[in-house]
């Protein structure tokens, strides 16, 4: 490819949000690039979720049948294990619509057969291996004195419109690889939580906090065991599994910053309490994890931007917003940005010329509620459930709920199961869930 390259659309990361929103403009009749900096989707970190509202979309897609040929698993209830006993919190089966359940996917399966579909629009490329290391801006334009803005010179949102980016060729795993420019009248940050376009920009998101960390590992998986996903929780500690066939992938929560002292305990300690903490997983812990090497720190954090776009950059997905694991909705929530963003400036990319930055303040206006909904959600969850697990002491703190007895709000939703209709379409729709575009929807193939 030449050094120098121009496009219409310029997407930084091929993520749930990327990708949906490169084959949704693609499918707009819009030449769009997607800059991915790794090879492949193989990447652990992802989560598995595709909630109810992204099933519906894959359908308007013309994608439902493709995806249903994905072995997967479904969650129709989501339940808490809790040493008071178990507490069914959502029933999904009571949602109306073609898909009242989550699919467990591996995210990379997903990935792929978005990227697939996209590669059959004209308009649509997809550049693995392909860094986004800065910006460019009017009046610096690559080559020229001051040349692209990058992740490492701090150009604030005060700089010229962007019109494009600065790309390393990552292929054969070369970090010093040859640097590339790619021009385009709109570029879209969907480059994940720790956003290097978004920091070539300048912009800085707001943070609130996590109250924790999570251990990623696999554990076998045995044909007896039960199926779907779980949270168990006990005093001090939170274990989440993910059914993925032959293998458990589990996330084991830990207080923010404790991962250097609990590995220092050892191998045998953890797995000790993973043992106590769901004794029919004790028969296999022996080889998996073998050593902390396949224990992997998953951080968490939980920000949002002020504002989502400079002229020509609009920033959507986890660079937004990045999201906690808790509910399992980051995915649902980067597509639905994806959908709308699609929506709304494909009028203005279709008549021509840069994008107005007033059509990229009307995507935030449009996602900021929903995220500003989920985000809250997941901040009071943060407090009054995730860390009151950590915090081993709460347990014993006055008002704390007496041993053998399940939280009074778990209490309600299993004496009033019509209620759990609410967390559940919460979780797998959420709030103001999008729909594909009339231009944009296929018949199934
Ligand atoms: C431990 C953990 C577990 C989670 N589990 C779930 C879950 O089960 N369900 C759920 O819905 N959400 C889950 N989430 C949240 C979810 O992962 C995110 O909200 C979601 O992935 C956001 O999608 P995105 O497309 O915005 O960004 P990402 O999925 O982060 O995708 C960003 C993409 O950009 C690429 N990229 C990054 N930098 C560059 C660059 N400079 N140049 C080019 N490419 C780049 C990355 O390789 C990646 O492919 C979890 C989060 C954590 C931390």
New binding site residues.
């Given amino acids: 490819m030449a050094a120098n390259d121009r496009t219409r659309v310029a997407i930084?990361?091929?993520?749930?949000?990327?990708?949906f929103l490169g084959l949704l403009l693609a499918r707009a009749g819009v030449a769009v690039t997607v800059?991915?900096?790794?090879a492949d989707?193989l990447?652990d970190?992802?989560?598995?979720?595709v909630?109810s509202s992204t099933l519906t979309l894959l359908d308007e897609l013309g994608l439902g049948p493709a995806f249903a040929a994905i072995p997967q698993r479904r969650i129709t209830q989501v339940a808490a294990q809790l040493d008071a006993g178990t507490a069914r919190i959502g029933d999904l089966s009571r949602l109306h619509g073609p898909h009242p359940h989550i699919a467990l996917v591996p995210?990379w399966d997903l990935?792929e057969l978005l990227a697939d579909a996209a590669a059959r629009e004209p308009g649509f490329r997809l550049l693995r291996n392909?860094?986004?290391?800065g910006l460019l801006r009017e009046g610096g334009a690559a080559g020229a004195a001051g040349g692209p803005a990058t992740?490492h010179d701090g150009a604030g949102p005060g700089g010229g419109r962007v019109t494009g980016v600065a790309?390393r060729d990552r292929a054969s795993g070369k970090e010093d690889g040859a640097e590339h420019t790619l021009e385009a009248d709109l570029v879209v940050a969907?480059?994940?939580?720790?956003?290097?376009?978004r920091d070539a920009a300048g912009l800085t998101p707001h943070a609130f906090g996590a109250p924790m960390d999570?251990w990623?590992f696999r554990v076998p998986r045995h044909a007896d065991d039960p199926d779907g996903g779980f949270g168990r929780a006990s005093r001090g500690q939170f274990l989440i599994m993910?059914d993925r066939g032959d293998y458990w992938q589990c996330?084991y929560i830990i207080r923010k910053g404790a991962d250097a002292k609990l590995r220092a305990e050892g191998l045998e300690r953890f797995r000790a309490r993973l043992a106590a903490l769901q004794p029919w997983l004790a028969d296999r812990l022996a080889g998996a994890p073998s050593s902390f090497e396949d224990v992997k720190l998953?951080?968490?954090?939980l920000d949002r931007l002020e504002r989502w776009h400079l002229p020509g950059l609009l920033v959507?997905?986890?660079?937004a917003h990045?999201?906690?694991?808790v509910?399992?909705?980051?995915?649902?929530?980067?597509?639905q940005?994806?959908v709308a963003a699609a929506r709304i400036v494909r009028p203005a990319l279709l008549r021509g010329g840069p994008v107005p930055e007033s059509v990229l303040q009307s995507v935030q206006r449009r996602r900021w509620w929903p995220t500003v909904l989920v985000q809250g959600f997941q901040q009071a969850a943060h407090r009054g459930v995730v860390g009151r697990i950590l915090d081993e002491d709460a347990f014993d703190r006055p008002g704390a709920e007496p041993d053998g007895a399940l939280p009074l709000p778990l209490r309600i939703l299993e004496e009033f199961p019509v209620l759990q209709a609410i967390p559940a379409r919460f979780v797998a729709v959420g709030p103001l869930p999008e729909h594909a575009p009339r231009w944009a929807r296929r018949a199934p193939g």
Avoid at 298 to 301: A, Q
Avoid at 316 to 319: E, P, T
Avoid at 327 to 335: D, E, H, K, S, T
């Fill in positions: 930084a990361g091929a993520g749930p949000a990327g990708l800059l991915e900096k790794h989707f990447r970190f992802r989560g598995d979720t909630h995210q990935l392909a860094e986004v290391t992740a790309w969907c480059d994940g939580r720790w956003s290097a376009v999570v990623w993910v996330g998953l951080e968490v954090r959507i997905g986890d660079a990045a999201m906690s694991p509910g399992g909705v980051g995915i649902n929530l980067a597509i940005d994806a």
